[in-house]
């Protein structure tokens, strides 16, 4: 059975960089996209960036475009979340996501295996 294990993220100040890792654990040959999202309490889950299996293509949302980038290793199924120029949004819990097919996707409807979420905390 796969598993999505997420690591990394804590607190940090505004304009700072912070980095997030998963690791999709179990079968090795997994060839679906995985992303990120994230959801502040109360509101909505929120694409912030996803990545194709090969790693070749990626998409990155509106709200972080610039700022952050999406990479993914595929020997070892790991996707890492480079986040810089952090804004001071408050908490958020993310989540590390797998695709039910190999391009990336910004609708949260094509995934379907998520971890247990990483907090961020970034402050002003």
């Known amino acids: 059975q796969v598993q999505l294990v997420e690591s990394g993220g804590g607190s940090a100040q505004a304009g700072g960089s912070l980095k997030l890792s998963c690791v999709a654990s179990?079968?090795?040959?997994?060839?679906?996209?995985m992303a990120w999202f994230r959801q502040r309490s109360g509101k909505e889950r929120e694409f912030v960036a996803a990545i194709g299996w090969s790693g070749a293509s990626t998409r990155i949302g509106d709200s972080v475009k610039g700022r952050f980038t999406i990479s993914r290793v595929t020997a070892t199924n790991t996707i890492t979340l480079h986040m810089d120029f952090l804004e001071p949004e408050g908490t958020d819990v993310y989540y590390c996501?797998?695709?039910?097919?190999?391009?990336?996707?910004?609708?949260?409807?094509?995934?379907?295996?998520w971890g247990q979420g990483a907090q961020v905390t970034v402050s002003s």
């Open positions: 996501e797998e695709a039910f097919r190999g391009c990336p996707s910004e609708d949260s409807e094509d995934y379907a295996l």
């Open positions: 179990g079968r090795t040959d997994r060839r679906y996209a």
